[in-house]
Structures are given as C-alpha cells and as structure tokens.
C-alpha cells in the first residue's frame, strides 16, 4: 500500500512542476512559458506567418504537421527523443546547410536550444489555448538566470514577454559602489585598482610584469597624456630627479599642458565624427565648424566636468543662447554627413537626420547604437521602437541655423592677410568670367531680337515669353562655355562659404517647426517660431511614408524600470516647441543615470590601456563585450562621479596605479599567452602602434618645425602631390584643387587642426587607419598594409621632416657622430648603443658618396593644372585651366637640392630612423 | 546453340539450391551424426554438380551469341565453371577427405558459387543493381554525395549529350557501341546515329512516329526485333517519352532543352530526374587531409576545393615560370582529388603533361599562352572526364586534329592565335557539331 | 606612359586618378590585422573555396555614373512617339522638388532594331554590340531606392544607401580571397573625376583595411607613393633598407612576444620588391595591335574607356578578383541625343571587344561581366529655364541592366518596363535581390556571408534577399 501512495505523490508532484528547478521541469509549462516565444520570434515567420507562403511545407502553428515533418519528409518533432527530431538537428546549426534560423545574426541562444531540448525530451507537449492561459498565470515562473522585464511597450505582444538573461542587462543597472577586494594587500601601501585587477587574477594566479624602466615610462606617459613624444632635457629631468613623487609631477604637469586638450579631444572627435565639410554629392565646406573642435579642447584643458559637457552639447542654445560657448556645443547635433539639394526628398533628409542624431547620442551617451530598434523592436536588448521614436521625438523641434556668436577671446581668429585676400581675389575673378559669358549670351539674345524686329527683353523678363519670341536657350554658348559656366557658378557657391568662415557664426541649431533649407546658403533663425511642434511617429520598417503611431518626446524605459525606486530618475520630457532636449539632458546627466558615467570611464581606460574594461565602449548591449571587471567598473564610475565627473581625476587616478606601470614584457609568456591570450586580466602593459596624428605630429615636433599655436581656422597640411590635384566630382563640376597653406608656419601646426574634407581623406592619415567619417568609431584598428611602407618609405612627408631635422642637425652639432647619436635620443628616446653608432657612421659615409656624386634635381610646384571633365548635359569632354594660386607664391619647405651632400645623408638615416618599428611603437 | 544459351538463366539457379542443401545437410550431419544423413549430403551434392555442369555448358552457349564481354562477362564465366569443377571432385573426393578439408572444400565451393552469382546477376541488371534501390542511409554510406546538387537550370542541358546520350549509354551502348556493333549500330556519338544501322537510318523526317528508332521500342516486350531486347533492362517511361520529344523535334544533335518547346510533362521530367552528365557530381573521391593542401601552399601552388563541402581540387600555376618536377610529384599527393588545373603563362612543358594525364578526375585543363606543343594533346586520351581544354596562343596546330577528336568528352576547346588552320578548325567543326569553340554564338 | 618623374610640373601633369591609398595585396604570411589581439595567421586574403559551386570566379562591374536612359538604350518604348511634349503635373510629398511641378513625355531620339539570333532590342547608336548580343542577358525588372546620385550609388556600390558600408567588390573579396596575392583582389578604374560619393563607393566599410577597393590611375604613378621620390634610386633604397632591417631585428630581440613586429619587417621586403611588378602588371602597351584594335585603343571616341576595359580583361586574366570600370557623365538632362550618343559611341566598341576576347580567351564563362547605372530615367523632363530640354530626370523604379558570362542566361530578356518605361512590372526586384544574386553566381550565400560589427551581423543585402532566378543559366 505505501508503495502506491508514495507513488501517487510522486505524480502530484510531477503533474503542478515545481518551477525554479530545471531538470524537473513540467515540459508543459516550459512549452507555455518559453517555447512558444521561441517559435514566435525565431520560426513563425516565414514557417506559418503567411499562410499563403509556409516555406519547406513546415506549418509551427500545427503540431500534427510538425509530427509528419514538411518537404524534407523527416518528422520535424519526435516526442521524447530530441535526437531524431529534425527541429532540433537545425537549429543546433552543425550541418551549415540545414541550420536554422537561415541568418547567423538570428541563431538561437544556449538556453533557447536547452529549452527546445527539454520540452522535446519530456514529450513535446502542445497544450490547448486555455490550458497554456492557465499555465500562464503562474508570473514568478524563472527558466535559469532568464527574467522578464517591462519596457514602455513592444510593437509585437510577444516581443513584450520577452525573457532576457540577466548579465546581458548589467548596463542598464544603477551603479552600486563596491567594496574594494583587498584582500591581503596592505590597503594604504597599494592602490584600489591594482586590487581589483589582482582579485581579477586570484584563481588564475598569473604572475603580473616588473614595473617599466622609468625611460619607458616617461614615453608612454607623455604620449598617452599630449600626444607628443618627450625631449631630451624632460628625460635627463625626470631621470635625475630623485623626489619620491616624481611621477605624480610628471603626471601633473603633462594634465597642466594646453597640449593635453589637443590630444583627448581628438579621441572624442573620433566619436563624434568631426568634419569641416558635409559629404556626400556637393560636400559643401561647413564654415564654422571649427570652432565645436576648439570648444572641445578647450572643454577637456579645462576640465570642464563630462555632465555639463554633455549638456552642453545636448541643449547649449536652450541653456543660455546668449553665450557663444553655448551655441557653438550645440556643433555636436550636426556633425553628421547631411546634405538636402534640389536632388533629394525633403521627408527622406529630415528623417535621415532624425535617425542620424538619435543613434549618435545612443552610441556616444548610452553606448547603445538605438538604429537597430528603426526598423523594428531591437533583436537582443529591451529597447522597443517606441523608445527610438520617444527619443527621437527630443530632436523633432531641433532645426539647423548658423547663428550669430561673436568670436570669444579665447578662441584664435588670427588669419594671414593672403590667405583672406586670396578668397576676394577669387571671387572677383569668378564673378569677371561669369560676366562676360553672361554678357556673350545676352549680346546673342540682342542680335536675335534685332534680327526680328523686337524689343529686347533682359533674361529674366523674358523667361515667361512663349518659345517663339524668346531664343533658343544657351544661343550664343558653345558647349565648352556652357560646361565652364556651370564649373563658375559652383565654385563660387564655394567661395561664399570660405569666406563666411571668418565671420562669427556658430554651427549651430534652434528649436522651431520643420524648417528644412537647401544646404548651399547659410540658415538664419526665422522670426516666427510659433506654430504646431512637429509630431513623431513610430514608423514601420523605419520608412517615413508608413507611421504607425504617434509617440511624445521620452527616455529609454528600461533604465527607468529597472532602477529600484529610491534611484529612479523619473524626469518627465517636455512635448512643446521648447527645451526638449534640455529634459532629456537633465535624465542623461543624473546621478542615478548608470550608463553616462560608466560609459566615459569605460572610453578614458580603453585610451589608456589600449582596450576598454568592456571592449566595445560604443554597444554595452547583449551583443557587445561584457566588462572583464564588473566592479572596478562600478567603483570607478562612483569614483567618477563622486569627484564632480573630473576627467582629469580619473587620469590621476588610472595612471598611478602598479598595473598602468607594468612593463611590456612579462616573466612567463607562455603561461599568459595559454590562459589569458588577449590580457584582458592586464598581467603586462599592452604596447600599441602610435595613431595617425600621433606618428605625423611626432616627426614635426622632432624635427622643431611644429608651430604648437592652438585653436583656429582649419589649416591645410601638405599631402601627396597626386592626391591633392586628384578632381573631385561635386554636382556636375569639379572641386578646386587641394592646395596646401602657403607658409610652413601656417602648414605645419598639429594635425587635429587639419582642414577634413569627407571626400578627400589626406592619404597619409588613411593608411594609418584614421577612421572614416560617416560612421562613429568606438576604437581604431591597428592595420598592417604594404601602402604604410610607400607613405614612409617613398612619400615626401617622411623626406622633408628628416632634411629639415638634418639641417637643425648640421647647425647645431657638429661631427657626424654627435648628430646621430642626438638624433637616436630625439627618435627612440634612448642612448645610443656603440654598434648602432659604427653602423650608421659606415651607412653616413657610403650615402654621403653617393650624393656628392648624384645631385637632386630641382623641382618647382606647377602653378596651374588642366582640368578635363564630360560637361553633364552633352556629355562633350572639355578642359579648362585652374590656376594654383598658392603654388604660384609657395614658401616651401627646406628642398634637397638646397643642401649640401653630407646633410642629405643625414636626412636619409633620419629617415631610416623614422620608419623603424622602434619609432612607431610605445611600449 | 542460341536456343540452348537462352536456357542458361534458368537452368543456372537449380545448382545454387542443390549446393546449398547439401552443405545446410552437411551442417545438420555434423551436430547429430547418422549415417542417413551422411549419404543424403553425397546424393545432393552429385546432384548439384551434375547440374552444375549443365548451367555452365549453356552459360557457354550464351556468350557465344554475343552482346556480352568485358571484364564482368570473365569473371563470372571462369568462377561458374570453378563451380562446377570442384563439385563434381568434392563429390568423388569427399568420403577420402578428413574432417577439416571437408569444411575447407565447402567454403571453396561457396565462395565461387557467391562469386559467379554475384557477377552473373549484375551482367543482366547492370553493374550498381545491388545498390540501387538500397534505403538512404546505405546508399549513403556507400556512394558518397560530394556538394549539395549544382542547380543547373534545365535550359542550359544540351539534349543529345546530356539526356539521349547518356540513357543510350545506360541502356544501347552495351550492344551499340564503336567495337561491338550488333546490327552494325553504334550509338556512342553523334556521328555514329546519324549512319543508323543494317536496317536504315533511325530517324524517318516525313512520318517521325514511324521512325524506325520509335518503331523498334514500341514493339511487344517479347517481339524478337524489340528494343532494349528481353533479358536486358528495358526504357522506362520517362526515357520513351523524352526520345519521342526529341524526335519530334527532327533528333537534333545540337540544340539545348530551351531551343525546344517542351510541354509541362517533359519539364517534370526533366526537373525532377534527369541530371545531365555532370562529372562534378559522378567523381567520387574522399577529400585530402587539410597538411596537404597547406604543403601546397607552402611550395607556391594555389590550391583549394572547389567548394567548402566538396573533395574535388582546383590548382592555379598561372605565370609560374618554373614548374619543376618537385611541384608536379607534390601534386600527385591529390591526383584523384584533382578536377582543374591552370597553367596559363606558366612553364608547363609537354612531359609534365604525361605526368599530369595520369590524373583521373581532370575535368579543366588550362594550358594557355604556355610553350606545349603538338605531341602534348596524344597524352590526354584517356582522361575519361575532361570537358575543358584551353590552348590558346601556344603552337598547337592541325597534325594535333585527331589527338583532339579522340577526346570524346570535350565539351569547349579553344584554339584562338594557335597555328591551327581554318579547314583544320571546319573538320572539327563537322566532326564535333556542338563543341565550344571561343566563337560567339 | 613617360616614367620620368623628375619633374614635377611637365606639361603633361594633367590629373591624377588615384586618391585614397589601396590596400595592395599581400602575400599570405605578411598580412596581419590586430583584431583583439589574435594575429590572423592565414592572410585575409588568400583564397578560400565559396559555399556552394560557383558560377563565376571573376567579375567586371562596368558601371554608367550618371544612371543611363533605359528608354534609350536596350529597352525601346515606341508608344512615347504618341505622347512626345504633351505636357502634365505632378505634386506629391514623394517626389524631389526637380520630378514635381510641371512635365512633358519626351520620346526618344534613336530608333531601335532587333539585334542577335535572340532578337534582343538595341538603340541604333550600339554598333558593335549588336555582334555580341547572344551572349548577354538583359535584366529589366530591377528597383532602385535613391533619386539622389550620391545615394543611389552608395546603394548600388555597397548595399546601403547612406556609405560607411563595404563594397560588393570588398564584400567578394572578403569572402573569396584573390586567386592572385600579389595583385589587389578588388581593383577600381576610376573616371576622369572620381564618381559622385567619392571613394566611398568602393571603400572596406567596416571590413578590415586589406579589402579596400585599389584605384589604379593610367597615368603617374599608378599606385601612389609606389615610385620612390625624385633624385631617389634603388642602390640608395636598397642600403636603407639594409639599414632599416639591422634596427628592427635588433629591436625585436628586446620585444620577442610583440608579434607585429616580424610582419611589419617582412612587409618592408614585399613593397620593395612590388616597385617593380605592379607597374608591368598593369602595362597594356605590350598587348598585339590587333588586340588593341578591337578594344578601339587608339581611335579617339573609345581610346580612354577602351584602355580600361583591355586592362580589366588583363587584371582578371592575372587572377584580380573584382575589376570595377567606370564611364561617368550619363546624367542627361538636357541634350540626351547628343550626351547618351557620345557616351554609347564611346563604351560600345570596347565593350564588344572585351566581351569576344573573354570568349576567345576561354573566360567568358567563368568572368561575370555587369552593365549598370544607378538608376534609370524618367519617360518625362521638367520644364526648365522656359525651354524644352530633350532629357530625362532620375528614375528609380525603372532602370535597365544586362550581364554576360559567369553562369548567366545568355541571349534572353528577363523581365519588363510598362509601356512608357516609368515602372517595372515583370519580375520585378528591389536592387538588394541583385546583390544576392550576385553572391549567389559566386557560390556565396548572402545570409551567411557576414561581418559583426556595430552589434549585429550586417550582410551586403542589409537584411537578405531572393535569388533572380531566371537570370542564372
């Protein structure tokens, strides 16, 4: 008898499934819960969606046709046995051609294939409507770490119901500040973060790297800090020098130096994808654009703190549009590519920028590119379209204005007499031919009307006559003329522009109705701004001819949800005309918020290290990196924000830590390489190659040419001859050559203040990996291609720099010897070694034959260059001459021709020094 | 004598029964020994070697009357008169034999029997009978699938060579074919069909039903003059029907499926069963370990699959200038994997070739603008799958015509800026209507 | 071509072609990405086998800048003699403020006969490719997005309309390799003028930098900054590099375990050493007369895209994967007689050339070859400065294009314009499923051929496509 009741009980117990425990897991409620938004999201689709179209015969919604099996003639469910069910085969994706989902992107997780697993093994149950209703009551029902959360509300029900798995929210929680994990180390004799990475390393027990030599050190600190490599006397300074906080004045000082902007902001303008003109077919100059690139350095001189840098940026007009400072942050909401000419839709433009500049803040603030919830609701994270379109609504009232903002006193308008009399020059040059073909054509239209006997009628006035009494358009024009005319009109568009530049305006935005302008003339803030705000609606398959519903100005709802009550932010968006975006700025910017603070201190470690704690600073998502060191996050963002969000703190705070100061090399490789190949647990200090503007700043500050003026119009560098004359294609003409500023003072300045065309990427730079310009870029790469070698082998950049070094050389020492061994100092940052010196005398002496034997030809700019191009509407090629203006009174750079012998063989192993790997690498 | 051949199949199975009582006897003896026993084995296996001897004198009758040869036909003639040879000594030798030799003299006697069976039966039903109708999981483990199928649309399946001749191969050529002509019919080329046979031509222009191909196959199956004749295996509807298409349409030698209108029964077909000859997927190799592939990397040859499933190998040796023995022994590593080879500007000379024609499965052989001459093309002949040959800009000419014509499969040959001549390059043209040659169509 | 580079300003300094820097190929062991740390050891571009069979193992993308009139070209519409200047509005939100506002149909201007054993229609300007006609497969069914040049370039170029994407040629060459690796695998012969979107069109998106489209410029240095500087000569970059070596590999014994350092030294030997090869590899001078006849080489209207297309035969010949040809200035609105003949006249000859020299060579069948613009034109024009212009405004919903080669149905039209040419109506395709198709003749499948980047798996189609599947043979 008791073995029956014990036997009863254990049918009870099986029957209601005690939820929570996986292996005894009532298949029936796991189909209820889980299976069937499996199927809903990942199979119905294109298996059972459109009735009219099941595709392979696989019908989901009926369980007797997945027993039969579609096409394949395989039964796709075989209850109890997951083996030989052919649903299961698929979507384990072992054999490519039968794996299902078709996309990778959309395969199945771990715990969705256990899940179908589970369900298949205990039977496959398919329960009726009600009784999966009634399963469903159950709410706390939990499949492993999976939970459910509430978002502002998915398009599709079951997207809504959605189970997440907890570690891939861990952005979206608030910051806890964590303990420090001691341990045994003695708190005040070591620094939190060395604790933190050492806990990181306890199971592993990988053995961590000596500290670097203080050589090292002085290098990779002062080009990690301004970008610039460090001379011999703050060298032999810092090595003689025996004060135990050496270091910490080291530090200070490169934070003091007006040089450190220059370099940190060029991470963000990364980010941001800072431009000086607008892309795509006319890529028309944006004139003041260079004053947002100066706001940011000096934002990060002066340590402005990130939340009212980001505020700023967001809602600077809405702050104090009175303060130029304020207006010129607004720079940010443009810096996209965008362009609207007769050519384009207007709808289309608008909604080209409203996506742009919501997925720029996601990436930049939130580290979460949002465009993937455009189209529909997002695949990984809980970011449902209606929260694209809510916060894309904060920018529905935002229009584009170039307003008035007088120069500041700290912002450099200093400009040559030549280059701002060379613009007038060329516009009254433009205007004269534009005249006389003008009046060519009119002196036809006289004849042809005199011909007739009728009174002649200026253009305008008869443009409205009937065809017969007016003449044939273009009369008097050859083609090749009227091809000019159209080259005249576009360069003089151009013109306009560059010379706007020295007027003060600001590249800003104003809030108002749709106002959208063709972007060839400068926007004014139009006197009436009343009028409806423009509404936002959620749009299906993002296209703007099909909204589904309108939605008000929001947040990302998931932050809200999940912040326990006493953290939530609850800042309610303004949904008028106004200060929209000054709403959205204040949620950004709370305290409470847990992604804008983690996301700045992610960026300032990955910059230091080489490699954020989580390794994609622009996707905290389920599909980016997870962090390797959750708490040293956490406690760094506290940190961060307990100290008045000071990017200049964190700096202190990262680099006086054991690990910052580890050497490059480590005492047990072969250990690391096997346990920790990519050192995320950071054991050594990763050594990188210098970036694009690092390696071309570092060859003119050793070569003393580097004119280290900050802030300014956009200067133009000299690039590769062929790629400067190289024709632009802009609507129907070609853009004036590319010619470099005409003095070296003017030429050779930091390259951040190059002028950066989105159609013309200065050859140099591209190779080196700077990133493009239409898409954000969280971290370079770090490329090896034979095109380097050319640049720094055969290009002219490299030769000049290390003749004018030479030539400095030549002055201020004297014996070959001591220059070399000066120069190995300036380049490698280290003493000369005895057999390095014997070579490279052997190698100076052999060089300086061979040019005492061969003498350099002389070479001159040419001062015009033929342009040949079809004219748009007959399709005839025609030519026509461009005269270089600068060219024409070029001060070049010392040439080699200009030297004598023994200085070109100098250059020549000064250039062998700078394409070494021991130059372009910091350890 | 025909009369009695035609006996053979019958009178061939009573000694497999006899044989195997005797020994199913000869088991039972063995547990539970009794002299009746003993003496009824003695009577079966007299028996079945009397029969034996029968089954192989009419077997001889048969092969006389032709239609049969090759290796199969050999093999099963010599091992049933082994049967029937050593049962009739086991029969007088057994009472002297001791206990073991016995069971050796039976598994000898058994294995011929399984021998000449098993040969005799795939004679009649063709070499994969065994096979073909097995159930999936052992065809598969027997004959490989390399590739998923290519999806070759039907409009670019050449009809002669890619539907009649292979179904004449399957089911003529075993009679109609260049060495044994039975009704002085070859079948194996174009040509060939165009001559007909002894009774006229095959196709009648004015009254195509009557032709006197159609007429031969719609005979009774048991008229003598019927088409595939009794014993053999016969057309099955799909084959009929598409011959009769074909016909309709004058037995064109040169037209592929879309020049034709086909009617929505033989684009099923089509569709569903009938794959043109394509070696791609007839080659059945084993792929080559993955060091190989990465040796010939190493030594300078581009080398990979032709997709990532498949075994079958591509080689590029374009503008290699050397090609030393070294590289070509290294090939050998994957002669049965490889299908295409490029030698295009490189130093390939004509003794490589001899090396390299002994790679089986060559399907594209590239020999451009290299400096192979003449005697080149002769090693070439029994590569039995090569359907690509380019030999453009080398000085290849006319003596090289009948080494070229010999290579039945080809499929496009270029000849562009060699020295061949304008006739030399028509009498290919007549001899092989639809080989590519370069030209435009 | 002159090799003398002594000086800077000769007459003849007329334009350069090249801008941005190629990716030049590597041989396999030289080229290596640091992506999270993992040295790629097999180099990104050595071949590898596609996914199923392929039809096609080379392709030349002929690409018309400037979107050629399909009306006027391979896809005649008698019925617009009827309507010729019958004028009409046209208002809506979807239209650019150039196609709205009042129109007139414009017929036109060349008449059109049936060419080729498979009757395919041909504008009369097309002369020579009338021979070639039963080798080529016209495609009529096929949907633009973009009316805008820049955009709709980027969509046809590299799948998304607004640029940072990779191109198709990078996207094959990512999923192939190159049959050569000391050659580019994806190279670019740009117009006088770069197209419009610049070197976006053929850039590697967010593909490693190796798959970067080369533009190779007919005259100067073909690959910039591959000529060593004047007054520099090859004794004195070999002592450099003598030199050079010595440092490195006295400086990699300090740093054994930074694995960067042996390519980057290693690198330095295959650039010296491709100073010489590309500019050989890329000389059409050594080609026959004959041959350069055919191409029209030498007569003026055809010599400059004449050159291109003998070179893109000669570069895929050498196992370039994906050669892109451009012929720019088809934007005809205005002047369409004289404009679109000119244009015809001068790609017609060597188009046809190339195409009979692929066949005779024995590549046609493995060589794609694609004719297309970025979109196709209007049967109606704008008024415009009170005149009558015979032209045709953008068109994105009708366009024409054809291929040859490469597993493709030849002498066949697929698909159909209605009868005024404004919109397709038979099989009809958005231009993603052209992508698909594409990758699918070089066994590629779209959906699985995918790079992770910027959270998600993005593919060339965007988000997937059909095959056309009456365009494959």
Known sequence: ?923 | MDFLGAFHPLVLHVPIGALIAAFLLEMVHYFRKSQALDQSVKIVLGFSAFTAIIAAIFGIFLSQKGGYQGLTLQIHQWSGIGVAVLSTMFFFLKSRLNSQSVWVAWGLNLTFLTIAGHFGGSLTHGEDFLLKDAPDFIKETFTSQNGSPLFIHPDSVDVFLDIIQPIAREKCNSCHNTNKKQGSLDLSEASTWKKGGKSGELFDPENTMQSLLLHRIFLPLDHEEHMPPKGQEQLIPSEVALIEWWLEHGMPFDKKVSDLQSNSRIVQILNSNFRPLDPYQVITVDPVDQSILDEFRANGITALTISRKSPLIEIRLAGVDTIGSDKIELLKKARDQIVKIDFQASGITNDHLKEIASFPNLIHLSLQQTNISNGAILNLKDLKYLQHLNVHSTSISDESIADLMALDKLRSLYLWNTNFSSEGIEKLKLARPNLELGELN | MSTDHTNWNRRDFLYGLGSSIGAVALSSLLACERKTGQLVSKGPLSPSAPMVRARAKYCIFLTMEGGPSHIDTFDPKPQLDKYHLTKFQRQGEKFSAMSSGDRYFVRSPFSSRKVGKSGVDMSEPFVHLADVADEICFYRGCQAESVNHPTAMYHINTGNRFGGEPALGSWISYGLGTMNENLPAFVVLPEVAYPQGGPGNWSNGFLPAHYQGTPLRPEGSPILNINPPPGVSRYHQEESLELLQRLNREHQKMHPYHDELSARIENYELAYRMQMEVPDVIDIEGEDEKTKELYGVGQAETDVFGRKCLLARKLVEQGVRFVQVYSGGWDSHDFLERAHGNLITSIDKPIAGLIKDLKRRGMLDETLIIWSGEFGRTADNGVRENGVAYGRDHNPDAMGMWFAGGGVKAGHIIGATDELGQEAIEIVHPLRDLHVTLLHLFGLDDNKLTYFHGGRHKQLSQFGGQVIKEVIA
């Open chain 1, 1 to 923: 008898m008791t073995r029956n009741l014990i036997f009863i009980l254990l049918v009870i117990l099986n029957a209601c499934g005690s939820p929570g425990k996986k292996d005894t897991v009532d298949p029936e409620a796991l189909f209820a819960h889980e299976v069937t938004s499996i199927i809903a999201s990942k199979c119905i689709g294109c298996h059972g969606g459109d009735p009219k179209k099941i595709e392979g015969g696989l019908d989901f919604r009926n369980y007797e046709n997945l027993l039969v099996g579609g096409n394949s003639g395989k039964p796709a469910i075989v209850p109890g046995n997951s083996k030989q069910s052919l649903l299961y085969q698929s979507i384990l994706r072992v054999d490519e051609d039968l794996a299902m989902p078709p996309k990778d992107g959309d395969k199945l997780s771990e715990i969705d294939l256990q899940i179908i697993r589970d369900w298949i093994d205990g039977g496959a149950p398919w329960p009726s409507e009600e009784r999966i209703a009634a399963i469903k009551m159950d709410t706390e029902w939990q499949y492993g770490n999976r939970i459910r959360v509430k978002t502002s509300g998915g398009l599709s029900e079951t997207w809504e119901n959605r189970p997440y798995e907890k570690e891939n929210l861990w952005a979206y929680y608030p910051v806890e500040k964590p303990e420090i994990p001691w341990g045994e180390l003695d708190p005040n004799k070591n620094h939190p973060i060395d604790a933190f990475l050492a806990d990181g390393r306890a199971e592993l027990n990988i053995p961590t790297a000596p500290s670097a030599s203080d050589l090292a050190l002085i290098r990779r600190v002062t080009i990690d800090l301004i970008g610039l490599p460090p001379t011999k006397d703050e060298i032999e300074g810092f090595l003689g020098n025996k004060d135990p906080n050496a270091y910490q004045h080291l530090i200070d000082r490169l934070l003091a130096s007006p040089q450190y902007g220059e370099q940190w902001a060029r991470h963000w303008l990364d980010v941001v994808r800072y431009a000086d003109t607008g892309g795509f077919s006319n890529d028309y100059v944006r004139p003041n654009a260079w004053r947002y690139r100066d706001y940011v350095i000096r934002a990060f001189n002066d340590d402005k703190p990130y939340d009212q840098f980001v505020m700023e940026q967001l809602a600077g007009d809405e702050i104090d549009p009175d303060d130029p400072e304020m207006l010129i942050a607004t720079g940010f909401l443009r810096m996209g590519p965008w362009e609207h000419t007769a050519m384009s839709v207007a709808a289309e433009t608008r909604q080209y920028y409203l996506d742009d500049v919501t997925n720029i803040v996601g990436e930049a603030f939130l580290s979460t590119p949002l465009n993937c919830a455009k189209c529909h609701d997002h695949k990984y994270d809980p970011i449902p379209a209606r929260d694209y379109y809510s916060i894309q609504a904060v920018f529905a009232t935002t229009q584009f204005a170039e307003r008035p903002a007088p120069f500041l006193p700290e912002e450099n308008t200093e400009v040559t007499e030549f280059e701002k009399q060379r613009i007038l020059d060329w516009i009254n040059i433009t205007e004269k031919e534009d005249d006389y073909l003008a009046n060519k054509e009119e002196e036809a239209a006289k004849r042809w009307y005199e011909e007739r006997g009728l009174t002649y009628l200026p253009k305008r006035a008869r443009r409205k006559l009937p065809e017969d009494q007016q003449p044939p358009r273009y009369l008097g024009l050859t083609f090749e003329e009227l091809g000019y005319r159209k080259v005249l009109n576009k360069r003089m568009q151009l013109l306009r522009k560059q010379k706007e530049r020295f007027e003060p305006f600001a590249f800003s935005v104003y809030n108002g109705p749709v106002n959208i302008r063709n972007s060839q003339n400068r926007g004014s803030v139009p006197e009436n701004l009343n009028g409806e705000p423009p509404n936002t609606n959620i749009l299906a398959g993002g296209s703007v001819y099909a909204p589904i519903e309108p939605v008000e100005a929001g947040v990302m709802s998931i932050i809200e949800n999940l912040a326990p009550e006493s953290k939530k932010i609850n800042i309610k968006i303004p949904n008028g005309m106004e200060s929209r975006r000054l709403g959205f700025a204040k949620w950004l910017t709370h305290p409470d918020n847990p992604i804008l603070a983690r996301s700045m201190v992610n960026r300032i470690w990955q910059h230091h290290f080489g490699q954020g704690i989580c390794e994609t600073p622009n996707n905290f998502g389920a599909t980016g990196g997870k962090p390797t060191h959750p708490e040293l996050l956490d406690w760094l963002t506290s940190y961060f924000i307990a100290h008045d969000y000071s990017v200049k703190e964190m700096h202190r705070l990262i680099m006086t830590s054991r690990a910052y100061r580890f050497s490059s090399s480590h005492p047990d490789w072969s250990k690391v390489n096997e346990v920790d190949p990519d050192n995320e647990l950071l054991s050594y200090f990763n050594p990188r190659r210098m970036d694009a503007e690092e390696l071309k700043d570092a060859m003119l500050y050793i070569s003393g040419e580097l004119n280290t003026k900050m802030g300014g119009f956009p200067t133009r560098p000299e690039i590769n001859m062929e790629a400067a004359l190289q024709p632009r294609h802009i609507m129907g003409s070609i853009a004036p050559a590319y010619q470099p500023s005409r003095t070296p003072e003017e030429r050779n300045r930091r390259t951040i203040y190059a002028e950066r065309y989105r159609t013309l990427a200065d050859p140099y730079l591209e190779v080196f990996n700077q990133p493009g310009t239409d898409m954000s870029c969280e971290a370079r790469s770090e490329s090896t291609v034979t095109p380097q070698v050319f640049t720094m082998f055969n290009g002219q950049n490299v030769r000049t720099r290390s003749l004018v070094y030479a030539n400095r050389l030549m002055n201020d020492f004297d014996g070959q010897e001591n220059r070399l061994k000066e120069a190995i100092y300036a380049i490698f940052n280290r003493e000369a070694r005895p057999d390095e010196i014997e070579e490279c005398l052997h190698y100076l002496e052999k060089m300086t034959k061979y040019h005492q034997d061969n003498k350099p030809p002389k070479i001159d700019y040419p001062t015009e260059v033929e342009r040949e191009m079809f004219e748009e509407m007959t399709g005839e090629p025609f030519s026509f001459k461009e005269e270089l203006d600068i060219y024409k009174n070029y001060i070049p750079d010392l040439q080699p021709w200009q030297v004598d012998a023994s200085t070109r063989a100098l250059a020549d192993l000064i250039a062998v020094y700078f394409n070494s790997n021991e130059f372009i690498y910091v350890y």
